[in-house]
């Protein structure tokens, strides 16, 4: 077989994979690529897989399928990146077709609503614990540790839009990198 053609189908799989087993988005998904992406297949690094987000979060379209194109660009060029994003979103597709053709709406079964309840439970935890190796990996100083924080309190107790604090993030960082030369 090929070995650009093994590439891609490594590509697909290991992100239909991700795409299968996750639940709740982007956020979600982060604790599974850091296992896959980063420990396994050693495809990126700790800080590349910040920054993807950081991009896909900040850009249109859904994060995963912005980190997954990222990624598959990162492996193998545009074509990497067309198979990555196929990979991370089949699973969805799928499972939304089945579900739209056997029941028309799931939230009467209680039994569904209490699965619902206890994935919700278990991806608020997946994040949490991904949010604090990010923090625990990218804390450089004191500095960084400050910012962080005033960029929780802004966005969470103010109300200020995301967009705005990466925006003066990345304008404070500017200024900082300036000074420093």
Do not use: R, S
């Given at each position: 077989m090929?070995?650009?053609?093994?590439?891609l189908l490594r590509l697909y799989f290991a992100f239909f994979k991700i795409g299968s087993f996750t639940f709740g988005g982007g956020y979600a998904m982060l604790p599974m690529m850091q296992d896959e992406l980063i420990n396994s297949r050693k495809w990126i690094t700790d800080d590349e897989l910040l920054d993807y987000y950081a991009v896909g979060q900040s850009t249109p379209g859904i994060i995963a399928v912005n980190v997954s194109t990222f990624v598959g660009f990162?492996?193998?060029?545009?074509i990497g990146g067309i198979?990555?994003?196929l990979g991370v979103i089949t699973p969805s597709i799928v499972i939304i077709t089945l579900l739209a053709t056997l029941i028309t709406s799931i939230d009467k079964?209680?039994?569904v609503q209490?699965?619902?309840k206890g994935i919700n439970v278990a991806v608020a935890a997946l994040i949490t614990d991904a949010n604090f190796n990010f923090?625990?990996?990218t804390s450089k100083g004191m500095a960084s540790i400050l910012i962080m924080a005033a960029s929780f309190?802004?966005?969470y107790f103010f109300n200020l839009p995301s967009y705005v604090v990466i925006l003066?993030?990345?304008l404070l960082a500017l200024i900082v990198y300036f000074w420093r030369r």
């Open positions: 090929n070995e650009t053609l093994k590439i990162k492996q193998a060029g545009i198979i990555a994003t079964y209680p039994l209490k699965a619902l923090v625990k990996k309190l802004l966005i003066a993030t990345a």
